[in-house]
């Protein structure tokens, strides 16, 4: 071997042997820096502990392994959120960039199998938050792609029923994120160019009464399908009654996917917004039962435009559709019995601006079509202006043919009342208000009859349904192509609901056609 090869090996060695040692150096450093941060840089409320860190200097890379954090209250040291993390793995930092170009470039970042659980109630106060901590940012955070994998979320609240939210399998992927002094103060505090969620079980408590699970969703930038919803009364009807001090709808709504299309959300002048393209409602099945005998609930009950208006941010949805639902409302009205009940079925909606951030005059429509009673075809149009501070709107409705018995299993437990004959079609249109209504209705109908019931609900009251007869005459007319037309008004009673708003107005041109007598509400 001669001189100058030897020469050339023993400079390559010694370079490679430097390289190595300086490699193991930095790691070393590395290491001992990111200790101390977490160390010294977390705020003192935050208890931090993991198994091993190991830093790749060749590749920018960083894992911790078994990485958990718990999180307590600075004032009387109560802990309220724990997470647990069994790899945190960040790859490929760029020296380059953090050295010549003052930022911070990172290409991915994975958390795998997390568990978060966090005592809603157990927090005191706001202040304990991470982005307090991290106001300050030194300097300018990039990341290509962050992903968790396979997320456990458990959030409690106080009480007996203490699981607010559960969700299992929850993976996140966001990418072409950025995070800097400007983003960290702001209500989300980054920005990112692409998102995708998904699920396998989430679990929601809304409220006192009634919780809500979605068997899987999937998320993908503007895009969401939930599938296999379900928002149930987690009483029976008799048990929901006993607990409850004042009137309040016992339901179960089930819907087989529920998917929104080019949607938003984010923050306008510090006011919350949410918007999307079209939202469809495929398959939806509500059954709702109300009990008549519990005290009634006296507060106002707001007509749709004032719910709209009211919201406490911004929602813009441009379309709405329900494909195929079914509607079964229940009511009981005597204490001997447990009531009766109205159907739809095969219904189909199309809603328009369903939103509160329109201009006058562009208004809410809503084109529904539907089976009452099984086989009763209804179409109805309805319109208001969200922005117009009287609430007036136009609800017109068209009726087929609907034989009388049908609604036997409504009227005779709640009304002690059995109906005969048939009406061939109805027309009506109510125009009104917060405060009034005006109706216009025509109704063909044919071998008509009301017989009137004892108490017991099931034998006829002769005596009544005599008088009956002789003020409701079986034929809407001697010649069956014309109608009988009637006009009435009425007064709201703003303590029912909307729907009792516009079967009050019906029913009394209803009965002013029949009889023809004025009524008052």
Sequence with gaps: MSKRFRKIVFIILAIGTIFIIGAISINSILKNKLEKFIKERLPENMTRSYNDIAVG????????????????????????????????????????????????????????????VYYKDRQKSSKDTVRKAVARIYKPIFVDRVQVKNTRLVIYEKGKDSTKVYATGLTVEVGGIKVDNGTVLRKIPFEYKDFEAKSDTVFVKVGPYENLSVEDFSIRNNNAVFKNLKLKTKYSKRELSRIIT??????????????????????????????????????PSLEVYRDKLVTDDLKIKPLYSIMLRDLPFELTIDSLKITDAKIRYEERQKQEN????????????????????????????????????????????????????????????????????????????????????????????????????????????????????????????????????????????????????????????????????????????????????????
């Design 57 to 116: 200097s060749f590749g920018g890379s960083l894992v911790v392994t078994n990485a958990s954090l718990i999180i307590k209250n600075s004032e009387d040291s109560v802990k309220h959120t724990f997470i647990n993390v069994e790899k945190l793995e960040i790859s490929d930092i760029s020296y380059w960039d953090y050295l010549f170009n003052d930022e911070i470039h990172v290409e991915a970042i994975s958390l795998e199998n997390p568990k978060i």
């Design 246 to 283: 004042k009137e309040r709808d016992h339901f179960n709504l089930t819907l087989k996917s529920l998917s929104i299309a080019d949607f938003d959300f984010g923050f306008n002048n510090n006011r919350f917004f949410a918007k999307s393209k079209k939202v469809s409602l495929n398959a």
């Design 338 to 521: 447990m009531g009766g009940s109205i159907d739809f079925k095969n219904l189909n909606a199309a809603i328009s601006n369903v939103s509160n951030t329109y201009k006058s005059p562009q208004k809410t429509n809503l084109k529904i079509t539907a089976d009452f009673m099984e086989n009763t075809p209804i179409a109805v149009d309805w319109s208001f202006d969200v922005q117009n501070r009287m609430d007036q709107f136009v609800f017109q409705a068209q009726l087929g043919s609907l034989v009388a018995d049908n609604m036997n299993n409504f009227t005779e437990p709640n009304l002690k009342i059995r109906l005969k004959g048939k009406t061939n079609s109805t027309f009506f249109t109510i125009d009104g208000n917060s405060e009034t209504s005006k109706i216009d209705l025509k109704i063909k109908y044919s071998d008509f009859s009301v017989i009137l019931l004892q108490e017991d609900g099931k034998r006829k009251n002769k005596f009544l349904s005599t008088v009956a007869s002789i003020f409701i005459p079986k034929n809407s007319n001697k010649k069956n192509d014309n109608y009988k037309e009637a006009q009435a008004e009425t007064t709201r009673n703003k303590t029912k609901s909307v729907f009792n708003f516009l079967w009050i107005s019906l029913k009394n041109a209803l009965i002013k056609a029949m009889l023809g007598i004025t009524t008052k509400n």
